[in-house]
């Protein structure tokens, strides 16, 4: 076993709560059962195999519950299945998160299935097209060069820049899109060239092409009027986003699924499958010993590589009660389990992490979420910690895309599928929520 201080190096780095685990990985835990039976692989994969025509559907879910890892595992479950997978994260290279639009996400579209194709197809429509727009573009590209002067190779790279500008530079990125925007139709158009091209020539003996857009649920919610940046994406330019000659999965937002829109978005896309959380209580608030034996699972598979012969409850952990602790404060939210004991095994200087590390870094996380809700949002939570419900209210919405109210499925006796709402546990311990909900038991006598 490795001395105390590579391995607390060695577990600490093994809980990274911000890297989704690629396909096939050793860690990976399945949570179908706990999770209300969802599996993205029957939803999502199984309707794209037996299309005859190209899908398009929306995946969603509350951000950090492992959408990406369950991405990752469709990717491959599809390239399994003859198809060539384009997978990528709209907002590591290409947008911003806090302020994108339509436009953004085309580009980003553009940018990576070059990337990924230009070996297959020849990518000259999409130079055209470049270059018929080169004398209003290339002061945002931040280029003097004249289109022809360049090789291929740059002329490529200008979609890059183009939307590396548009993610990194605020001042520019309205200007793009200004530019951009009365020719995204010809846009499409000469991407649709290119990928027919690259679809007669897929390798490995692929058949059908399919592209996967992952973190556009991380939007932020931008109003203008009454409209919003969500609406103006997935609805508004539903058509385009549509356009694209191959099977598309674009993340959503969880709090437009939830909206009044929901069934606009049902009528153009089809259901939008979404990941809830693993439940680690039931609606009564006992413990659900099944998700709770999960999120163990989650910490067990990532110590025991480092620390095969070490039990979790008394080698890592100084007691049961302690991981408990840790596992049932998380929610059944992945990544804040993942964050929690990292931070935990953070404040540790020798195993077993001690109850007294945990209890800090759960107070420290608690302190995050106190900052988080606004002063007239205590009383919705507190009402929804009794009722289990959520009210379609944009107030409601914004504390589910906050994380600080969660949804939990299960299925009933008869095997339908029963969706309840909690308030996140780390929530529980602050002073404004207990004296919300002291307020709501003396104005209605429900006892919580």
Request: proline share 4%.
């Amino acid at each position: 076993m490795p001395d105390n201080n590579n391995l607390l190096k060695n577990l600490y780095n093994a809980f990274n709560p911000f890297e989704p685990l690629p396909a096939g990985d050793p860690n990976y835990v399945d949570c179908q059962d706990v999770r209300g039976d969802a599996d993205i692989l029957e939803e999502l994969g199984n309707r794209i195999c037996l299309a005859d025509q190209n899908t398009y559907q929306l995946y969603s879910g509350h951000r950090g519950a492992g959408k990406s890892t369950e991405l990752l595992r469709l990717k491959q479950y599809l390239e399994n299945r003859r198809f060539y997978v384009v997978y990528f994260a709209a907002d590591e290279e290409d947008i911003d998160s806090e302020d994108a639009q339509y436009t953004d996400i085309l580009l980003a579209c553009t940018r990576r299935l070059l990337k990924d194709l230009r070996g297959i197809a020849s990518p000259r429509p999409l130079l055209g097209w470049l270059q018929g727009r080169w004398v209003e573009l290339k002061d945002l590209a931040q280029t003097e060069m004249n289109f022809e002067e360049m090789e291929v190779e740059m002329q490529l790279s200008q979609f890059a820049k183009l939307t590396a500008n548009m993610r990194a530079v605020p001042q520019l990125r309205q200007q793009i899109r200004e530019k951009v925007n009365p020719h995204t139709v010809t846009l499409i158009k000469v991407l649709n060239e290119f990928l027919a091209d690259a679809k007669k020539s897929l390798p490995n003996g692929d058949r059908q092409l399919a592209v996967i857009v992952d973190n556009l649920d991380r939007m932020v919610l931008v109003k203008d009027g009454d409209r919003t940046n969500y609406e103006e994406v997935f609805l508004d330019r539903s058509e385009q986003l549509k356009a694209l000659d191959c099977h598309l999965i674009y993340t959503v937002p969880i709090s437009m699924v939830y909206s009044k829109r929901a069934t606009d978005l049902r009528d153009v896309y089809g259901d939008s499958l979404i990941l809830p959380m693993i439940m680690v209580k039931n609606p009564s608030g006992t413990i659900y010993e099944p998700g709770l034996n999960k999120l163990k699972e989650v910490i067990r598979k990532r110590v025991r590589q480092f620390a095969p012969a070490l039990s979790l409850e008394t080698g890592i952990f100084d007691s049961r009660e302690t991981l408990d602790k840790l596992c049932l404060m998380s929610g059944g939210h992945v990544r804040n389990l993942l964050l929690l004991t990292q931070d935990a095994i953070g404040r540790t200087e020798e195993l077993p992490i001690t109850e007294k590390s945990v209890r800090r870094a759960i107070t420290q996380a608690r302190d995050t979420y106190r900052r988080t809700v606004e002063n007239n949002q205590w009383s919705l939570l507190a009402e929804v910690a009794i009722s289990k419900r959520i009210i379609n209210d944009d107030q409601y919405r914004s504390l589910m895309y906050n994380r600080c109210l969660l949804e939990y499925r299960f299925l009933d006796d008869d095997e339908e599928m029963q969706r309840w709402y909690d308030i996140h546990p780390l929530i529980v311990g602050i002073p404004e929520f207990k004296e919300a909900v002291s307020q709501l038991k003396c104005s209605n006598g429900v006892r919580l």
